[in-house]
């Protein structure tokens, strides 16, 4: 029972458009969503997150939409750059502590 | 500021054999989570300690344990090694336990089971 669904396995993108990520939950009670990103034969490193109380947040070149009522959220990245080529990971919190509920992820290609 | 280290980096064991993982934090962290990374299934929460006590666990069978001490250290064992149990595992650590607080992951040990 995936939670937290990454429906696209991967994504080519030429550098300099953007790039969108998608994410869907099923889970009312996550209220707390966050992206990572992860290179080859490294851990994943935090990337951004979002707050259920909030409908955007963006940082530099990445914002991340939340649209609670279909439960679903994406991450744009503008423009995509060929370092941003890695895998990315959607993750939802719903209650206290760490545990986090992952998706499967999404590879994302970008050519130069 | 060192990151997070895992140890071993590989490792390759036969079913029926059991395996311990280590995971180093980074200096102050008193958090530690394990995941458990297959093609297609994404991260999987295995548990969570904090100040040596296991404060959340996922939906894996008793064959996973874990235990944190004192430094802040933690290993995980899993025993009776099915193939089903290779994959990447990940630990991560934060200062905190509350969910703000960022997790910071070591580069995993890939386990394999021949």
């Known amino acids: 029972d995936q939670q937290v669904k990454q429906n696209s396995p991967s994504l080519s993108v030429q550098e300099g458009r953007i790039s969108i990520l998608n994410c869907d939950y099923t889970?009312?009670?996550?209220?707390?969503f966050l992206w990572y990103k992860k290179y080859p034969a490294e851990g994943p490193t935090f990337l951004i997150s979002?707050?259920?109380?909030?409908d955007k947040n963006e940082d530099g070149r990445f914002t991340v939409f939340l649209n609670k009522s279909a439960k679903h959220l994406s991450l744009h990245i503008v423009p995509s750059q060929p370092g941003d080529s890695a895998v990315y990971f959607c993750?939802?919190?719903?209650?206290?502590?760490?545990?986090?509920?992952f998706g499967a992820g999404t590879i994302l290609r970008v050519k130069s | 500021k060192a990151g997070v280290t895992q140890t071993p980096r590989y490792l390759i064991k036969t079913r029926g054999q059991q395996v311990t993982l280590s995971c180093s934090p980074i200096?102050?962290?008193?958090?530690v989570s394990w995941y458990q990374q297959t093609p297609g299934q994404g991260l999987q929460f295995l548990f969570e300690?904090?100040?040596?006590?296991?404060?959340n666990k996922g939906n894996f069978p008793g064959r996973f344990s874990g235990r944190q001490f004192s430094n802040s250290r933690s290993e995980m064992n899993v025993s009776t090694l099915e193939l089903g149990d290779s994959a990447l595992y990940l630990c991560?650590?934060?200062?905190?336990?509350?969910?703000?607080?960022?997790?910071?992951f070591g580069p995993g040990t890939r386990l394999t089971v021949l």
């Open positions: 991560a650590s934060s200062l905190r336990l509350d969910r703000d607080n960022e997790q910071f």
């Open positions: 889970n009312s009670m996550f209220d707390y």
């Open positions: 979002i707050s259920s109380i909030k």
């Open positions: 993750a939802a919190s719903a209650v206290y502590g760490n545990k986090l509920v």
């Open positions: 200096s102050g962290h008193r958090s």
């Open positions: 300690y904090f100040s040596e006590t296991q404060r």
